[in-house]
């Protein structure tokens, strides 16, 4: 049932294929919108309007910037530390970022291997990988602990044998702040056999 015109009915409808947002929160967001006019929804177009013209992926690693090479390939700090951290998404990349991870750069994969799903190593930025790899001394594959990212991790780590580049993957293991008696076994196993000396 339409609740507005056409125009609001649009809005509501592709406010509510974002993540997170279902056609429940799509119509409180849109009605919000309206109510604040002036000061949110002109400003809210303004920004989308520049954003979708100024919105590039970088042709190096893959990230998303308004130029490419983006502002972490074109800086000239990161190549000090000669690490390249392998993600599957540039969420991945983000989160890392918002972690201070350090002086880094990034690879973007665009996804994982899914034989299921039909995603073979050509739908994945492995190639311009192996192409980059030698201006490294580390590539850490900080890909999912799911089967496909395990998969993919083994697949890159195939293509780089010989390149004279050190692989490393992150640890899997005990969260931060967690506690034994909640984790899973799974979990539980690895965080034992990556165990560290103290
Ligand atoms: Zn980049």
Known sequence: MATGGLEIEQLIMLLARLPGLGPRSARRAVLHLIKKKEGLMIPLSAALDRAVAAVTVCEVCGNVDTRSPCGICADPRRNESGLLIVVEDVADLWALERAGVGAVKYHVLGGVLSP?????????????????????????????????????????????????????????????????????????SQALKARTAI
């Open 116 to 188: 299921l799903d039909g995603v073979g190593p050509d739908d994945l930025a492995i190639d311009s990988l192996v192409h980059r790899a030698g201006e490294f001394s580390e590539i850490v594959l900080a890909v999912n602990a799911t089967v496909e990212g395990q998969t993919t991790a083994h697949y890159i780590t195939d293509r780089l044998q010989g390149l004279g580049v050190r692989v490393t993957r992150l640890a899997h293991g005990v969260p931060v702040g967690g506690e034994l008696d909640y984790l899973d076994e799974g979990t539980l």
